[in-house]
């Protein structure tokens, strides 16, 4: 495997000691904001595994589940943050989510849970699973969903948990967009459900606006998003914030 760095060309070997981060859900996961050349600016401690399981320089597109839609999301606004003030971390992205999709679909035993399973075994060989970033839900809005998420959210969190070896592995769900009338029942239900899964924690979206369709954010309201999970990570892990005020 070859690994890129922008500053010092190619290596033979990538870093062994990355902060990983799983990224699933559905569309507002995978991004959709315009990608502005802000978001091309590269971090030499920011990686992203590709969809060839290869480890280059992050930067937007992280995902690649729709090429002719996919943009911004919240994974490159999560790793600036996380960094900010800790000039020891190193984290690798492992992009897996896919618009569209629903909860059941996410479940054990289906093809999107095999396939984030296997690439995050790929890519903790280059270092050690920290968090797992979730947002989904406009795929599970209708009120009988609603009724059953927690339990279902539950079962899933912890049997990839399991099988990823990583059972006390920090998991961070964030808010629909209030934009969307469709998903209020779901965001009141939201906070309680976060509540069901140990070392969980939920992130507003509070005063985030959409791109235009009142179903995706803005790429702005994506790097807020990010920045808004990487408070809510660090307040759920101590070594995190150990770590960022040294």
Same mark, same amino acid.
Request: aromatic content about 8%.
């Given at each position: 495997?070859?690994?890129?760095? &922008?500053?010092?060309?190619?290596?033979?070997?990538?870093?062994?000691?990355?902060?990983?981060?799983?990224?699933?859900? =559905?569309?507002?996961?995978?991004?959709?904001?315009?990608?502005?050349?802000?978001?091309?600016?590269?971090?030499?401690?920011?990686?992203?595994?590709?969809?060839?399981? =290869?480890?280059?320089?992050?930067?937007?597109?992280?995902?690649?589940?729709?090429?002719?839609?996919?943009?911004?999301?919240?994974?490159?606004?999560?790793?600036?943050?996380?960094?900010?003030?800790?000039?020891?971390?190193?984290?690798?992205?492992?992009?897996?989510?896919?618009?569209?999709?629903?909860?059941?679909?996410?479940?054990?035993?289906?093809?999107?849970?095999?396939?984030?399973?296997?690439?995050?075994?790929?890519?903790?060989?280059?270092?050690?699973?920290?968090?797992?970033?979730?947002? =989904?839900?406009? &795929?599970?809005?209708?009120?009988?969903?609603?009724?059953?998420?927690?339990?279902?959210?539950?079962?899933?969190?912890?049997?990839?948990?399991?099988?990823?070896?990583?059972?006390?592995?920090?998991?961070?769900?964030?808010?629909?967009?209030?934009?969307?009338?469709?998903?209020?029942?779901?965001?009141?239900?939201?906070?309680?459900?976060?509540?069901?899964?140990?070392?969980?924690?939920?992130?507003?979206?509070?005063?985030?606006?959409?791109?235009?369709?009142?179903?995706?954010?803005?790429?702005?309201?994506?790097?807020?998003?990010? =920045?808004?999970? &990487?408070?809510?990570?660090?307040?759920?892990?101590?070594?995190?914030?150990?770590?960022?005020?040294?």
């Amino acid at each position: 495997m070859l690994f890129f760095t &922008a500053r010092l060309g190619f290596a033979e070997v990538p870093p062994n000691n990355l902060q990983l981060f799983l990224l699933i859900g =559905q569309s507002n996961m995978a991004g959709r904001g315009k990608v502005e050349p802000q978001d091309q600016v590269i971090d030499p401690r920011i990686f992203m595994f590709t969809k060839e399981q =290869q480890w280059v320089p992050a930067k937007d597109p992280l995902h690649f589940d729709k090429p002719k839609m996919v943009g911004v999301g919240p994974g490159m606004g999560f790793a600036r943050q996380l960094l900010a003030g800790n000039s020891k971390l190193t984290v690798g992205l492992i992009p897996c989510a896919v618009g569209g999709t629903s909860l059941d679909q996410w479940q054990a035993g289906g093809k999107l849970y095999a396939n984030a399973v296997a690439r995050a075994r790929e890519a903790m060989k280059q270092g050690q699973l920290a968090g797992i970033l979730w947002h =989904q839900g406009e &795929a599970d809005s209708s009120p009988e969903k609603v009724a059953t998420y927690g339990k279902r959210f539950a079962a899933m969190i912890t049997q990839l948990r399991q099988d990823l070896h990583a059972e006390n592995v920090p998991v961070v769900m964030g808010e629909l967009g209030r934009f969307r009338t469709a998903s209020r029942e779901f965001n009141a239900a939201l906070p309680e459900i976060s509540k069901q899964v140990p070392l969980c924690a939920f992130v507003s979206a509070e005063s985030l606006t959409d791109k235009g369709d009142k179903l995706h954010f803005d790429a702005k309201s994506q790097r807020i998003f990010g =920045q808004r999970y &990487a408070a809510a990570f660090l307040k759920l892990t101590p070594l995190a914030e150990s770590e960022k005020s040294n």
